[in-house]
């Protein structure tokens, strides 16, 4: 679980200067998390087809932010952020662990452990 402190006026502002799916990729977390913490700090978000009248030029008004208690906020989030996959596909893979002799396998393992023997990848066995 990770904790992120959002400040009121800071994520206002932010909601006006660039599309929401931007600020919840800078904070890691989804369009949806974001949303859910906007409204428990009762901030004002552009409403849909904003960022296209402001691209086209036409005047766009500004909700403006109203008192609250707090001007923090933790969100607690319930599960990690989503795995950046570039990230992770450049890693190394691990070796994959067969037992000794394969039998009643699944048509695609078969294949896929076959490709392996003729590729002289590791494959470790067990058993």
Known sequence: MKNITFNRTKLYNELWEKPMT?????????VYQLTKVCDALEIP??????????RNGYEV??????????NEYKHI????PEVDLKEQLSK???????????TGLHPLVSKTYQHLKEK???IVTVG
């Open 22 to 30: 931007q600020i919840a990729k800078d904070y890691k977390i989804n």
């Open 45 to 54: 978000r552009p409403e849909s087809g904003y960022w296209s009248k402001l």
């Open 61 to 70: 008004k500004q909700k403006p932010l109203t008192e609250f208690k707090t």
């Open 77 to 80: 989030l319930c599960k990690e």
């Open 92 to 102: 190394p893979f691990k070796n994959i662990k067969f037992k000794k002799y394969l």
């Open 120 to 122: 002289n990848a590791v």
